[in-house]
């Protein structure tokens, strides 16, 4: 399945979850929801950036990082109401970065997990050049580690001393998923 800026990702099975979680491109549309998680400090704490204080502010964002970026899909419900987003950036010509954010309402019930599965199941296939995806987790983000363990992703190791965020160094654990591992 090839998936481009139209594309909209639903599981293929029926999953255990309550919900059915699917991801689709995210719109300018969506800046209301957008903004729920957008300016929740527990969901950004992790996050390069710091809580949106305006919507103009989110506006902006979108227009200039969400809306051009290459692979970036908005996490959704049965509503299709955007819950979080999901991304992969690329590193170079044979790796990408997977991030994701989550509305603090909606942790703990399988959402992230799954949507995590889903991009891990097509990404390899709508980028055949692609051999690693891979995640950068702060180390005191003990939610997102656990996520991606649960899809399947091998924890590689801690990047000591890896990145200055908000104000600190941060030690950071690296993950990575090769098309020929197993999904969980």
């Avoid at 959402?111 to 199941?121: N, P």
């Amino acid at each position: 399945m090839e998936i481009d800026s139209f594309t909209t990702i639903k599981p293929a099975v029926s999953s255990s979850l309550p919900e059915k979680v699917h991801l689709r491109p995210m719109t300018l549309s969506d800046i209301n929801d957008f903004m729920v998680w957008a300016t929740d400090s527990k969901v950004t704490r992790y996050c390069t950036w710091e809580p949106y204080t305006s919507k103009e502010a989110g506006i902006e964002y979108m227009n200039n990082v969400i809306l051009p970026h290459p692979w970036l899909r908005a996490i959704c419900l049965e509503d299709d109401r955007p819950i979080g987003s999901i991304s992969v950036t690329p590193v170079d010509k044979i790796r990408g970065e997977i991030g994701y954010l989550l509305g603090s309402k909606y942790w703990g019930r399988g959402i992230a997990t799954e949507a995590v599965r889903l991009v891990a199941a097509e990404i390899f296939k709508e980028k055949p050049d692609m051999e690693r995806l891979e995640a950068l987790v702060d180390v005191e983000n003990v939610g997102s580690q656990k996520v991606l363990e649960k899809v399947g992703f091998v924890r590689e190791g801690v990047m000591r001393k890896f990145m200055y965020l908000k104000g600190d160094v941060r030690d950071m654990v690296m993950f990575s998923f090769l098309p020929s591992d197993s999904l969980h």
